[in-house]
């Protein structure tokens, strides 16, 4: 069965520092793997996708992503975070030999940057 | 504003009661998600849609709820008989396959509460 593990409830950072939110995903062969934001009265909002190529992928406003498949990991990564970075960041992946184009989320985490 | 829309973003019910949600998604897209989302968790998949075709559903998708797509456009998630576990928000996502992997829009939600 597809999952998404997102191991901190929480990430705490200063405003200026670099910024992990971690991932770790288990599916059947290649994975096709997502990063959402979602505001406070928002919907989730798209970031940055990994399908295949490059293992570093960029994304929306500054962020960016490792594929590690050793890992089975994909962390999402900024260089210099911001306060209105702030928000809830969920990985989301989805199977590529899957017929089914669902999306298995992770539970989230929440980013607070403090100025 | 061109983005997913539903309607109507807050609904209060008492158990018991029908509920229908609509959602709106980006034009000329040809997919269309509902996902259902509690506190602390992370969007889980109820179905999914091709133009009008309902593809897949998921098995927390009880003979209580049902969703159309006429004509391929705007999607209605209906519940029956509300119970307060239906509680939740209820995210709709539409997207385009045109080539590679099409990443899902994300609508702002309807937030049922069920007293």
């Known amino acids: 069965a597809q999952s998404v593990a997102q191991p901190e409830d929480q990430v705490n950072v200063a405003e200026g520092n670099p910024l992990t939110v971690k991932c770790t995903y288990s599916?059947?062969?290649?994975?096709?793997l997502f990063w959402y934001v979602q505001y406070p009265n928002r919907g989730l909002q798209f970031l940055l996708k990994?399908?295949?190529?490059?293992?570093l992928v960029k994304g929306s406003y500054g962020f960016e992503a490792e594929f590690n498949k050793s890992q089975t990991s994909f962390h999402l990564k900024k260089p210099s975070a911001l306060v209105s970075d702030s928000a809830l960041y969920f990985c989301?992946?989805?199977?590529?030999?899957?017929?089914?184009?669902?999306?298995?989320f992770g539970s989230g985490t929440r980013l607070l940057v403090r100025p | 504003d061109t983005g997913v829309s539903q309607d109507p973003r807050h609904k209060i019910t008492k158990r018991g009661q029908n509920v229908t949600f609509r959602c709106d998604p980006i034009?000329?897209?040809?997919?269309l998600y509902w996902y259902r989302q509690t506190l602390g968790q992370g969007p889980e998949f109820l179905t999914y849609?091709?133009?009008?075709?309902?593809?897949?559903k998921s098995r927390l998708l009880s003979d209580r709820f049902s969703a159309e797509r006429p004509k391929g456009s705007f999607s209605t998630l209906e519940i029956q008989r509300t119970e307060q576990g239906d509680s939740a928000m209820y995210l709709c996502?539409?997207?385009?396959?045109?080539?590679?992997?099409?990443?899902?829009?994300f609508g702002p939600g309807t937030r049922l509460t069920v007293l």
């Open positions: 990994y399908i295949t190529g490059d293992n």
């Open positions: 599916v059947s062969g290649n994975p096709y």
């Open positions: 849609f091709q133009n009008e075709a309902q593809l897949e």
């Open positions: 989301a992946v989805r199977a590529l030999m899957d017929s089914s184009y669902k999306l298995i």
């Open positions: 996502a539409s997207s385009f396959r045109d080539r590679g992997v099409d990443e899902q829009f």
């Open positions: 034009s000329e897209h040809n997919r």
